[in-house]
């Protein structure tokens, strides 16, 4: 909880999205995930965004999900702006 309130605060700021999605990855998961997934993060943030959450991304683990799987599984809902319905 105290993460996503965290979270929700720095999305106002002029801290860019890859370094809020750093640091999102590193202090609100446990064990943290590894860096390498940030620009798969944003991808999958942008994708939803632009409606196309069943877009299919690689991750750098070779795991192929949809951008909604990986919004889900990183907890990056509050960079998403369609309904929570969609997840």
């Not at 999900?65 to 990183?74: N, R, T, W």
Request: hydrophobic letters at 40%.
């Amino acid at each position: 909880m105290m993460g996503k309130i965290y979270a929700e605060g720095i999305v106002e700021t002029d801290i860019s999205l890859e370094q809020q999605i750093r640091w999102h990855l590193k202090a609100n998961h446990y064990p943290p995930v590894h860096e390498s997934f940030v620009d798969v993060a944003i991808q999958a943030i942008h994708a939803v965004n632009a409606c196309e959450g069943n877009t299919i991304i690689k991750m750098p683990n070779g795991i192929e999900k949809s951008a909604y799987g990986i919004v889900d599984g990183l907890h990056l809902d509050t960079w998403c702006y369609p309904s929570e319905e969609d997840f």
